[in-house]
């Protein structure tokens, strides 16, 4: 009951994730006793320095991409396909930094290496690398008439936002339940969703998301009702969406609902902002925007623009409004949105994002990352079926969802006040930290929730990689 999904199939995946909710399994506790106890008995070095690190960094961990549980791995290394702990364990690498390696671990090494010999990474001035790596991206998305380089996909979504409230004038965003867009005061997870969430909003005065409204993902009317609600407190400046979906398209978005954003952004004089920092060259060159043939105003790009080097981060658009960035050298300055950055666009990652950029196209990786990643899915689906575990297993190219707990279509599926809400939330959240432990002790290191990705080193590795998966599918109830 685990078939292998068409991405753009929402009816499908929604009726697939309802039952992946209701009938979840999870791992044999025998099984997760067993998986807790490799970790103690081949993981020690991890454990020490989980131990000493929690004395000076807060909680311990400075990274949320992957699982923690039971506690952080130390990595060592990282090679092509592989991490490597400090306990000498070998992993295949599934995370992939969270998505921007898609070349392998460490690909253009030597290359950069070099370059910070014979140049320096670092000088505050204009390399001619910038220029490139901005032409770069105009050729290949052609809603960007214009790129500037930023730190981070955080910062790039902060000044997108920017942007749009100084181009139009208008202060209301609109955004998509789920959907994430960095840390900032304004996007941090669940502020303007969950205002009642105390944890997520410590620090942050209400002010700062207030003019912040979320819908849900694929109901037209409820964005258009909020285009129209919006109107009384002067309009909307923006609509900001991860272009397939949140959490990388774990809940996917109609091409029904992306033709009805662009209109309705149109109708309501609002921007319309993909955020693309894990879709942009991964879904193929012209990333989402391409597979959807949209033209979004604004795009967001972040940590893949610099092919994994940091830090890397950029917007992009339609010259008009790009020429407002008051970066440089720029008259009217009193008309011009503010943005700075002493890291963005320094000349190693810039270098690095040329090049990587450069390869994949000349390598035509994401023709083979594409068959790669649908055969490797389909074998999945073949795994949950033969030992009977209910997952929801479709992918975007590259971008996998191999999600044996729902998490991200509870609230499609329960309201919030409904006490099976926080029941479901709790146990799908120990199911997916199970997985990915389980996964972990048996070889394969993947990202954290029900998504993970594939990169061009893991690609050929796919039929081990299926071995771990196997291992722990068996595990379960
Ligand atoms: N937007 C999306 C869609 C993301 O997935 C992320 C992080 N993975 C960000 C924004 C934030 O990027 P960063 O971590 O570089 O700040």
Redesign the pocket.
């Known amino acids: 009951m685990s078939k292998y999904l068409d991405c753009y199939d929402y009816a499908a995946i929604h009726a697939q994730a309802e039952h992946v909710v209701k009938h979840r399994k999870k791992l044999r506790r025998d099984v997760v006793q067993k998986y807790l106890d490799w970790f103690d008995t081949h993981c020690a070095t991890s454990k020490l320095r989980f131990q000493q690190a929690q004395e000076v960094i807060p909680g311990g961990i400075e990274h949320n991409l992957a699982n923690n549980h039971p506690f952080p791995i130390s990595i060592d290394r990282a090679e092509g396909a592989y991490l490597y702990d400090e306990d000498g364990n070998r992993y295949y690498d599934l995370l992939m930094a ?1 998505g921007p390696t898609i070349l392998g671990n460490n690909y253009f090494g030597k290359e950069c290496a070099q370059f910070i010999i014979d140049k320096a990474p670092l000088t505050g001035l204009y390399s001619e690398y910038e220029r490139k790596l901005a032409e770069l991206v105009c050729q290949y998305y052609p809603s960007v008439e214009m790129f500037r380089m930023l730190g ?3 910062e790039a ?1 902060m000044i997108g936002v920017r942007l749009a409230r100084a181009f139009t004038k208008k202060k209301e965003i609109i955004r998509i339940r789920g959907g ?3 840390w900032s005061d304004q996007f941090i997870y669940n502020a303007s969703e969950a205002p009642e969430d105390a944890a997520c909003l410590n620090g942050i005065p209400v002010e700062c998301f207030q003019s912040t409204h979320c819908v849900e993902p694929n109901d037209i009317e409820a964005l258009e009702q909020q285009f129209i609600e919006n109107e009384k407190f002067g309009g909307t400046a923006a609509f900001v969406m ?1 272009a397939i979906g949140q959490d ?1 398209g774990a809940v996917p978005l109609t091409r029904e609902y992306h033709a009805a954003a662009r209109e309705l952004c149109k109708k309501y004089g609002a921007l319309l902002i993909f ?1 693309e ?2 879709t942009a060259f991964r879904l193929g060159m012209g990333g989402a925007q391409a597979e959807f043939g949209s033209k979004p105003d604004l795009t ?1 790009f ?2 893949i623009i610099g092919g994994g080097y940091p830090c890397a ?1 950029g917007v992009g658009g339609r010259r008009e409004i790009m020429e407002m960035l008051a970066a440089g050298i720029n008259k009217n300055r009193d008309k011009k949105v503010r943005v700075g950055g002493t890291l963005s666009a320094n000349p190693l990652t810039a270098y690095a994002g040329c090049l990587t950029i450069e390869e994949l196209a000349k390598t035509n990786a994401h023709e083979t990352l594409a068959k790669a990643s649908d055969y490797f899915m389909k074998e999945i689906a073949g795994l949950t079926e033969k030992y009977d575990v209910p997952a929801l297993v479709f992918n975007h190219q590259s971008i996998l969802h191999i999600d044996v707990a729902g998490s991200q279509h509870i609230p499609t599926i329960y309201k919030k006040d409904d006490p099976e809400f926080a029941r479901q939330s709790k146990e799908a959240s120990q199911c997916v930290m199970e997985f990915a432990m389980a996964l972990a002790a048996e070889g394969t290191i993947i990202s954290g929730g029900g998504k993970t990705y594939l990169s061009c080193a893991t690609a050929p590795l796919v039929d081990e990689i299926l071995g771990s998966y196997e291992r722990v599918f068996k595990g379960f109830e």
Do not use: L, N, P, R
């Open positions: 969270g981070s996909g955080t979504d994430y867009h960095g991860e990388s955020d920092v894990v967001i972040g940590k981060g």
